[in-house]
C-alpha cells in the first residue's frame, strides 16, 4: 500500500489528498517512462501545514492569472501593431502566453479534493 506524504513538510502523514492534474500527471509519467523511479505515494497536506499551503495556493493562483493575462495583452497588441505580418505576431504571441504560464508553474501547488466543495469556487467557508 502507497504512503501518504505532505507535500508542504515532506513527513509521512494523512491530510487532505492532492488533486492529481495536468502537472502531476505529467510527473508522474515522466517518473514513470523516462527515469523509472515509481514510488506510487499518494500526496496530501496534512493539519498542521494547511495555512501555509492555502497561502501558497493562493499566490501560485494569482501569478498563474496575472502571468497569462498579460501574455494575452502581449498577443492581443503584437496582432494589432503588426502591419502584414499578423501571422507571425499572432505565432510569437502564442509562444509568448506559453512560456508565461510555464514561468507560473515554478510557483506550482495542486488544488485539494475536498469532499463537499463546489470545484469551481473552492473550498466552502463556515
Same mark, same amino acid.
Not at 500500500?1 to 510527473?27: A, E, F, R
Not at 514510488?39 to 501560485?60: A, D, E, F, G, I
Not at 510555464?102 to 475536498?114: C, H, K
Given at each position: 500500500?502507497?504512503?501518504s506524504?505532505?507535500?508542504?513538510?515532506?513527513?509521512?502523514k494523512?491530510?487532505i489528498?492532492?488533486?492529481?492534474d495536468?502537472?502531476l500527471?505529467t510527473l508522474?509519467w515522466f517518473?514513470?517512462?523516462?527515469t523509472k523511479?515509481v514510488?506510487?505515494?499518494?500526496?496530501?497536506?496534512c493539519?498542521?501545514?494547511?495555512?501555509?499551503?492555502?497561502?501558497?495556493?493562493?499566490k501560485?493562483?494569482?501569478?498563474?492569472?496575472a502571468?497569462?493575462?498579460l501574455g494575452i495583452? =502581449?498577443?492581443i497588441?503584437s496582432v494589432?501593431?503588426?502591419s502584414?505580418a499578423w501571422?507571425?505576431a499572432l505565432?510569437i504571441g502564442? =509562444?509568448?502566453?506559453?512560456l508565461?504560464?510555464a514561468?507560473?508553474?515554478?510557483?506550482?501547488m495542486?488544488?485539494?479534493?475536498?469532499?463537499?466543495?463546489?470545484?469551481k469556487?473552492g473550498p466552502?467557508k463556515k
Amino acid at each position: 500500500m502507497p504512503s501518504s506524504y505532505c507535500i508542504i513538510c515532506g513527513k509521512k502523514k494523512n491530510g487532505i489528498k492532492v488533486t492529481d492534474d495536468h502537472v502531476l500527471k505529467t510527473l508522474r509519467w515522466f517518473k514513470t517512462n523516462i527515469t523509472k523511479n515509481v514510488q506510487n505515494n499518494t500526496l496530501v497536506v496534512c493539519k498542521t501545514c494547511y495555512p501555509q499551503y492555502s497561502k501558497q495556493r493562493k499566490k501560485y493562483i494569482s501569478r498563474r492569472t496575472a502571468y497569462v493575462a498579460l501574455g494575452i495583452i =502581449f498577443l492581443i497588441l503584437s496582432v494589432i501593431i503588426s502591419s502584414g505580418a499578423w501571422l507571425t505576431a499572432l505565432s510569437i504571441g502564442i =509562444f509568448i502566453v506559453i512560456l508565461l504560464y510555464a514561468l507560473s508553474l515554478i510557483n506550482y501547488m495542486p488544488g485539494l479534493q475536498l469532499k463537499g466543495a463546489d470545484k469551481k469556487s473552492g473550498p466552502r467557508k463556515k
